[in-house]
């Protein structure tokens, strides 16, 4: 008998309590970050070259010669399939 007195008294204090200890961390500012992020900015430049050379290729790429039309890399080829065993 005494542990249903106990626990019919101590469930709803139990969830009185986690209540307000829930209530109580979401009332907590946690959108401000407490300190700076660090930013890794150590390969900044090197991008930068890297996308200043894309653009000079890619800028240079309609001037070559060397260039295949479609028609050309669709050529129809002929392949001979042989027939192994019996």
């Known amino acids: 008998m005494n542990a249903q007195i106990l626990f019919a008294l101590g469930m709803p204090v139990a969830m009185i309590v986690s209540g307000v200890a829930v ?9 401000k970050p407490e300190a700076p992020t660090w930013r ?3 390969l900044d ?3 930068k070259e890297r996308d200043e ?3 000079i290729i890619r ?4 001037n070559e010669t ?3 039309t479609g028609s050309e890399e669709q050529q129809e ?3 001979r ?4 065993g019996g």
């Not at 800028?59 to 309609?62: A, M, N, S, V």
């Not at 399939?81 to 192994?84: E, F, G, I, P, S």
């Open 81 to 84: 399939h042989q027939r192994l």
């Open 77 to 79: 080829t002929q392949k």
């Open 23 to 31: 209530w109580r961390s979401t009332k907590k500012d946690t959108t």
């Open 40 to 42: 890794d900015n150590s």
């Open 59 to 62: 800028q240079q790429r309609p």
């Open 45 to 47: 430049d090197w991008r």
């Open 53 to 55: 050379q894309a653009e």
């Open 66 to 68: 060397a260039l295949k």
